[in-house]
């Protein structure tokens, strides 16, 4: 299947309002049901993502789907790598997807999100085990029924990563077309290793992230997490 983009296109209000709202409605889901998405529907969401700027139509985008025996397979491989503290320190990222070096507004950021989280879970900071195992629950996936990784070719350069970015974000917002929701999971990203073994990937190719795929647990109480954003006045300049 291939979009041809309408060059001319104008959205009216309520296509305007459906467009707003595919944008503000991704959230990062943390407990799926286990409802299945058909193959179809993966491959159309995928399909509208390509349509994704790249620099000179490079498309540097791969991905492999995870569903079934193989989603379950990958994930019990993952849970037992973390859960053992020997095995976990053998695996590491293979590029820094955080800085080194934390600084504000950033790391107040990053901690305010991490104990809304906790909060919400009933989990208090001396609760290590409760907060191992809620961290866990990413190589589960969030019990979603489909697991996407995504890869890159290691010769694409830093340009090629931002127009990735630009695929990941398209591949969420298409899923909430179709009534789906998603989590983008850098926690895959240590253990790169076991999860390119797993995926029969070639050599040249990098994991670039993980995501969860599925309909949402609207029970669940980690779901109503709603993280802050800046107001656009913050964070811009206008230089007339």
């Not at 299945?36 to 490079?58: F, H, Y």
């Not at 070096?101 to 989990?123: A, M, N, Q």
């Amino acid at each position: 299947m291939s979009f041809t983009p309408d060059i001319h296109f104008q959205a009216d209000a309520a296509q305007a309002d459906a467009i707003v709202s595919a944008i503000t409605s991704r959230t990062s889901i943390r407990r799926f049901l286990p409802t299945p998405v058909p193959r179809e529907t993966v491959l159309r969401i995928l399909d509208v993502a390509a349509r994704a700027p790249s620099g000179t139509n490079t498309q540097p985008w791969k991905v492999h789907v995870l569903t079934g025996q193989s989603l379950s397979t990958l994930a019990d491989a993952l849970c037992a790598a973390f859960d053992d503290p020997a095995v976990a320190r053998t695996h590491a990222e293979e590029y820094d997807y955080y800085p080194k070096e934390w600084r504000s507004p950033f790391i107040e950021r990053r901690r305010k999100v991490g104990w809304d989280l906790y909060g919400l879970l009933g989990l208090t900071r001396d609760n290590k085990a409760g907060m191992h195992a809620q961290h866990r629950r990413n190589y589960r996936f969030f019990d979603a029924p489909v697991g996407l990784m995504f890869t890159i070719d290691r010769v694409m350069g830093q340009g090629s990563w931002l127009d990735y970015g630009m695929f990941l974000q398209n591949v969420m917002v298409a899923a909430r077309a179709f009534g789906l929701h998603t989590c983008p999971q850098a926690a895959f990203n240590p253990f790169h290793r076991l999860i390119m073994a797993h995926l029969g990937a070639p050599e040249q190719e990098m994991l670039v992230c993980g995501m969860s795929l599925g309909h949402v647990d609207p029970a669940a109480i980690e779901n109503t997490l709603v993280t802050e954003r800046e107001p656009a006045a913050a964070f811009t300049t206008f230089h007339p």
